[in-house]
């Protein structure tokens, strides 16, 4: 005897929504967008945000890594693996809707500044409302790991789609680097490659070096350069950087801190070598 069981009120589509779309409504995503996706520091997050958001916090867990999708993936993959279904995180998922309302949130705050943002902000949305309207709490985490992973998935995709052939082409692990080279690279408000208006800039380190004066080194982006941006392919980034650093040149030297261009320091001194073919 064969039988089939469905349950009452469940959307019989409800896993097919979860796990499609993301592609189509990151296309549009540039390198400083998927920063905010998939990365940003707490300091990064309560910069860029005047204070209103910072990293997720779980009972039991603590406060997440990263506030977007690395963060809950860093969980994710181990619940999924292990079918951990007593982890914090699936006992949060449970209890409420929090987690959820926190990533929609979080996207359609920065989409005033970086509108790109909007499209993903509604992808989120509609999947977790479809989610809340449907299934029962018991299967928030099943639904919710589909949707977080369909979405770093598609978001991975475009990362490696916007990098260097050498990138696109290589081994998994060449691409995972690029992918991870993306957490330092962010429009925080306090720490600018222009004095005048919001510019993209690389941390000298996070979380701790992720913001204001402290956040972009002249030692630090020279080393990181060519592996973070002339490897991968993101020549613009790399000449925003030079070309903020070198005006601030004086006597062959350059700032250890940038400082938004304003008021940069030469706490510790480092000669530029420049050689003309």
């Known amino acids: 005897m064969i039988f089939e069981t469905q349950l009452e009120g469940l959307d019989p589509n409800l896993d097919n929504i979860c796990s499609s779309g993301a592609e189509d409504?990151?296309?549009?995503?540039?390198?400083?967008?998927l920063n905010v996706l998939l990365f940003r520091a707490e300091g990064e997050e309560m910069d860029a945000t005047s204070g209103e958001i910072g990293a997720y916090d779980i009972p039991g867990v603590?406060?997440?890594?990263?506030?977007?999708?690395?963060?809950w993936m860093h969980l994710l993959k181990h619940i999924i693996q292990h079918n951990d279904l007593g982890h914090a995180l699936c006992g949060n998922l449970r209890d409420g809707t929090w987690a959820q309302d926190y990533i929609c949130n979080r996207l359609f705050k920065q989409a005033t500044s970086l509108p790109n943002l909007q499209k993903p902000a509604e992808w989120f949305k509609e999947r977790f409302d479809r989610v809340k309207a449907t299934a029962p709490p018991y299967l928030r985490p099943k639904y919710f790991a589909m949707v977080i992973s369909e979405a770093y998935k598609a978001a991975r995709h475009v990362v490696i789609e916007?990098?260097?052939d050498f990138i696109a082409s290589g081994h998994s692990f060449t691409q995972d680097l690029a992918v991870v080279s993306l957490q330092m690279h962010g429009l925080v408000q306090t720490a600018s490659l222009d004095p005048?208006?919001?510019?993209?800039?690389?941390?000298?380190?996070?979380?701790?070096?992720?913001?204001?004066?402290?956040?972009?080194?002249?030692?630090?982006?020279?080393?990181?350069?060519?592996?973070?941006f002339l490897t991968t392919g993101h020549f613009e980034a790399a000449k925003a950087h030079i070309l903020a650093f070198a005006s601030t040149l004086k006597h062959g030297l350059i700032p250890n801190l940038l400082d938004s261009v304003r008021n940069p320091r030469l706490v510790s001194r480092w000669v530029v070598a420049v050689q003309f073919a």
């Open 162 to 164: 916007q990098c260097s």
């Open 25 to 33: 409504a990151f296309q549009d995503l540039d390198l400083v967008d």
């Open 196 to 228: 005048f208006k919001g510019v993209p800039s690389l941390a000298a380190g996070l979380p701790h070096f992720a913001t204001g004066w402290a956040r972009c080194w002249g030692r630090d982006v020279f080393i990181s350069l060519r592996g973070l």
């Open 62 to 71: 603590g406060k997440l890594k990263y506030c977007g999708l690395e963060g």
